[in-house]
Nanobody, 125 residues
Framework: QVQLVESGGGLVQAGGSLRLSCAIS????????MGWFRQAPGKEREFVAA????????FYGDNVKGRVTISGGSAKSTADLQMNGLQLEDTATYYC??????????????????WGQGTQVTVSR
């Protein structure tokens, strides 16, 4: 009932910036949280950031705090991720996720029940 489409990934040099966007459609009135996760080859999926429905609250992973800003929310039909000061270790596939669940911390993938296809971010030297 909810669809997510990510865009904005690509190749960027270390120290550069990139903005990812996640468009949400379908029945969004019961989507309480939108988030971004990332997964590098051979590693577990890692929480990046999340935003509540109207953008009133945001959450960030420790590895990106201070370098990343999430904005939007399901009420605005988008969740945008502005990433600055990108590092080699930020290279990963970035996934947008949406949650209709009302319980559970925003940091865990199990909180989310809809996922996008992912967009690749590659940071080069």
């Amino acid at each position: 009932q909810v669809q997510l489409v990510e865009s904005g990934g690509g190749l960027v040099q270390a120290g550069g910036s990139l903005r990812l966007s996640c468009a949400i459609s379908g029945r969004t009135d019961n989507v309480y949280l939108m988030g971004w996760f990332r997964q590098a080859p051979g590693k577990e999926r890692e929480f990046v950031a999340a935003v509540t429905s109207y953008g009133e609250s945001t959450f960030y992973g420790d590895n990106v705090k201070g370098r990343v800003t999430i904005s939007g929310g399901s009420a605005k039909s988008t969740a945008d991720l502005q990433m600055n000061g990108l590092q080699l270790e930020d290279t990963a596939t970035y996934y947008c996720a949406a949650s209709t669940l009302t319980l559970g911390p925003p940091y865990y993938a199990s909180r989310y029940n809809t996922w996008g296809q992912g967009t690749q971010v590659t940071v080069s030297r």
